[in-house]
C-alpha cells in the first residue's frame, strides 16, 4: 500500500484544526446564523397564524418556475397576505393561474392587461412591484 508518511501532512493539518476550534473531536463551531435564516424564522413564525388557503398561496407565489415572477408575487404575498380578504384571494388565484412570461409583461407594462385581469389585486401587485411595500 502506501507509505504511512504520505499521510503526515494531512494529520498535522486535522491536528492544528483541533487545536484550533478547542473541541476534542475536531469539529468547527457551527457558524452565525444569517439575515435570511431570521427572515425565514419570522416568516415560518407568520404562516402559523394563517389558515391553509393562505400557506398554499404563498407557497405558490413562490414556486412560479421563474425566478422574476417568484420574487415579484413572494413578496407581494408575504407582505399582504394575511390582510387580503377571500374574494382578493380568489382574484389573486385567477392572477396566479396566468402563464409567468405574461404576467411578467403585464406587470413591466409593456403589454396590454386583458379586462378580466386588470382588478384592484392586480394594480395592488403593479403599485407593489414599482414601489415597494407601503
Known sequence: M???W????????????????????GYRDPPGTSGLLALERNVTEDSNALD????????????????????VLGRFVDANVAALSDEEI??????????DPELY?????????????D??????????HRNGPQ
Do not use: Q
Not at 388557503?53 to 418556475?65: I, N, T
Not at 382588478?119 to 407593489?128: G, I, M, P, Q, W
Open 105 to 117: 409583461l403585464w406587470i413591466a407594462g409593456t403589454a396590454d392587461v386583458p379586462s378580466n385581469y
Open 52 to 71: 391553509d388557503r393562505r400557506k398554499r398561496l404563498r407557497f405558490r407565489a413562490w414556486h412560479r418556475g421563474t425566478r422574476e415572477m417568484d420574487l
Open 90 to 99: 380568489d382574484t389573486l388565484e385567477a392572477l396566479m393561474e396566468v402563464p
Open 6 to 25: 504520505r499521510n503526515a501532512p494531512r494529520d498535522a493539518t486535522m491536528r492544528r484544526m483541533r487545536l484550533k476550534s478547542g473541541t476534542a473531536r
Open 119 to 128: 382588478t384592484a389585486v392586480f394594480r395592488k401587485v403593479v403599485d407593489f
Open 2 to 4: 502506501f507509505p504511512k
